[in-house]
């Protein structure tokens, strides 16, 4: 008995000490912690290098670009819901092109993929004869501003039958005080006369509205639509 008991004693004071030699001391703890540190700063910095280039790739290159024979119609006014919050930024709509003609992207809220970053509007310019659309992108506020969009006159159409007479519109409240409204006018859709109500249009630094209208000539009616014109 005296011998089971002592082999018990024995045993039980060995898994005692390898209990003790497995829990690991204070300055292996703390080497444990440093490593496990160094480990996720590098994995910090490699996330901030891939966001880094992504959006350096996201500048450089926004986007796909259109092209296409026909001019963009005019800009379409937009009300803009309430922001989701403060940081949001308003990505306003544009024209885009799919499937051979003109398509409306509506503006939405977005926000910023890094605090402080600006949106550029997208912008059709004329070049040899078509028309090519940039799409927008996000950029930081250190970059060089973007060119002065470029809008040309829509085509004129000339038809032998007179519009009809100016329809009377009462225009809705004003959305805001950078706005003015654009008079409803009778358009050509190639067959007949088709009446474009009037809308409230935002202002443009630099650019002057230059209303739509029809004037007779010696056989035809020749239509010219509203544009924006640099002054």
């Known amino acids: 008995m005296k011998t089971i008991a002592g082999l018990t004693s024995i045993l039980i004071c060995l898994g005692a000490a390898s209990a003790a ?8 703890r703390r080497e444990r912690q440093e490593e496990h540190e160094r480990r996720q700063e590098r994995r910090d910095e490699h996330a901030v290098r891939k966001e880094e280039r992504r959006e350096m790739m996201h500048e450089t290159h926004p986007g796909p670009m259109y092209r296409a024979r026909m001019a963009p119609p005019e800009m379409r006014h937009e009300v803009r819901p309430r922001a989701p919050s403060p940081r949001h930024v308003w990505i306003g709509g544009y024209w885009g092109w799919e499937g051979g003609r003109h398509v409306w992207i509506g503006g939405r809220w977005e926000m910023p993929p890094r605090p402080g970053q600006i949106w550029i509007e997208g912008r059709w310019v004329r070049e040899g004869g078509e028309w090519v659309f940039t799409p927008g992108y996000w950029s930081s506020p250190a970059a060089p ?64 509205w230059v209303p739509a209208h029809w004037e007779r000539g010696p056989h035809q009616w020749r239509y010219r639509p509203g544009h924006w014109r640099a002054q």
């Open 145 to 208: 501003p973007p060119p002065q969009p470029v809008y040309a006159p829509p085509p004129e159409v000339s038809v032998t039958m007179a519009p009809p007479p100016t329809r009377a519109e009462v225009a809705p409240p004003q959305p805001g005080p950078g706005n003015f409204w654009v008079e409803g006018s009778w358009h050509w859709d190639g067959r007949q006369h088709v009446w474009m109500p009037g809308h409230w249009e935002a202002q443009r630094p630099g650019w002057v």
């Open 21 to 28: 030699r497995a829990q690991p001391g204070p300055e292996e």
